[in-house]
């Protein structure tokens, strides 16, 4: 079955420091696309960022970045100058062929 | 643009009590359809998803049900309810293409009692 891990169930990071959440993934397919969500308390899921797997270059939204590894079927999130509003919980996912696929999610917590 | 209408926000169900969520989309044709469930405080399990009418994909065996009567409607069904039922339900679309991001709905807040 096709699966995405992320290890770490909670994060806490200083406001304005950097911090990297952790996703791993297992497929057979090597065409999909990787997706990192945040959840606030309103629980409205939000687009964070996206990466094409056909494409090596990172993808990069202001001051979220991924690093993006296809043969180990890695896929981190890293969150520069974290501010209070980051606070939320962080999904990976993957669609591949229309099926998309969440991690358990980590919690961030943003310390002022 | 396209919008997505998931409802009822909240709801408080007695345990064998039928179960009907409904999700309606808009602005768009032929869009993919996710159910999804959330428990406290855990990811996201896939519950079903929907390439087009009458086309269900059933990902987790339960007494739940996925129909798609229409384009863009998706709706979940029970006949009777268990405790376990009791979660977060959120409804996503997708383009057709398979390859952007899904877009969520406002979410359901299920309690069986």
């Known amino acids: 079955a096709q699966t995405v891990t992320q290890s770490q169930p909670e994060m806490s990071v200083q406001e304005a420091e950097t911090v990297t959440l952790s996703c791993t993934y297992d497929t057979s397919e090597s065409d999909y696309y990787l997706f990192w969500y945040k959840q606030p308390p309103s629980r409205q899921m939000i687009l964070v960022i996206r990466?094409?797997?056909?494409?090596?270059q990172n993808a990069t939204e202001n001051r979220f970045s991924v690093n993006f590894q296809k043969a180990a079927k890695s896929f981190s999130l890293k969150i520069s100058d974290s501010q209070l509003g980051d606070a939320a919980m962080y999904f990976c996912?993957?669609?591949?062929?229309?099926?998309?696929?969440f991690g358990a999610g980590t919690r961030l917590t943003v310390k002022p | 643009s396209q919008t997505i209408h998931q409802w009822p926000a909240t709801l408080v169900q007695p345990v064998g009590s039928p179960l009907s969520l409904e999700c309606t989309v808009e602005?768009?044709?032929?869009?993919?359809l996710y159910w999804y469930r959330q428990a406290a405080g855990r990811g996201l399990q896939l519950l079903f998803y929907?390439?087009?009418?009458?086309?269900i994909s059933s990902e987790v065996p339960q007494n739940l049900s996925a129909s798609r009567p229409q384009d863009r409607q998706f709706i979940l069904s029970s006949k009777k309810l268990l405790l376990s039922d009791s979660g977060f339900y959120l409804c996503a679309w997708s383009p057709g293409t398979g390859e952007s991001e899904a877009f969520f709905g406002q979410g359901t807040r299920l309690t069986v009692v």
């Open positions: 996912a993957y669609t591949i062929n229309n099926d998309m696929r």
């Open positions: 929907s390439v087009g009418i009458g086309q």
């Open positions: 602005g768009t044709s032929n869009p993919n």
């Open positions: 990466q094409e797997a056909y494409k090596q």
